[in-house]
Nanobody, 128 residues
Framework: QVQLLETGGGLVQSGGSLRLSCTASGRTFRRNAMGWFRQAPGSEREFVAAISWNGGSNGGSTYYTDSVRARFTISRDNAKNTVYLQMDSLKHEDTAVYYC?????????????????WGQGTQVTVSS
């Protein structure tokens, strides 16, 4: 059974940092694009960041929504089947449940239906 498990959420003050991790089990996602989404109460799930199968230091692609660019960094360690989201300079409006997702293909996408596997989410709360 394929599972994506997010960890690292919590309560942090405005301006602080958190690092989310998403570890996959049941199969390898080394050849799959991965993404992070978030959903605040009363809002639709929105795209945060994505990374191609070889993203980061291997010369692949990363992409961010405008509101988090320069504050958040997505990375992956294919040997550990894990993707990360480093979140710095957090703002109150970053408060949401954060979800990890995996695509069935190599390249990134920003729309939720493009992703085939989802984690259960981890709560991030930023106090103002």
């Amino acid at each position: 059974q394929v599972q994506l498990l997010e960890t690292g959420g919590g309560l942090v003050q405005s301006g602080g940092s958190l690092r989310l991790s998403c570890t996959a089990s049941g199969r390898t996602f080394r050849r799959n694009a991965m993404g992070w989404f978030r959903q605040a109460p009363g809002s639709e799930r929105e795209f945060v960041a994505a990374i191609s199968w070889n993203g980061g230091s291997n010369g692949g692609s990363t992409y961010y929504t405008d509101s988090v660019r320069a504050r958040f960094t997505i990375s992956r360690d294919n040997a550990k089947n894990t993707v990360y989201l480093q979140m710095d300079s957090l703002k109150h409006e970053d408060t949401a449940v954060y979800y990890c997702a995996a695509r069935g293909t190599l390249t990134i996408a920003t729309m939720p239906p493009a992703y085939d596997y989802w984690g259960q989410g981890t709560q991030v709360t930023v106090s103002s």
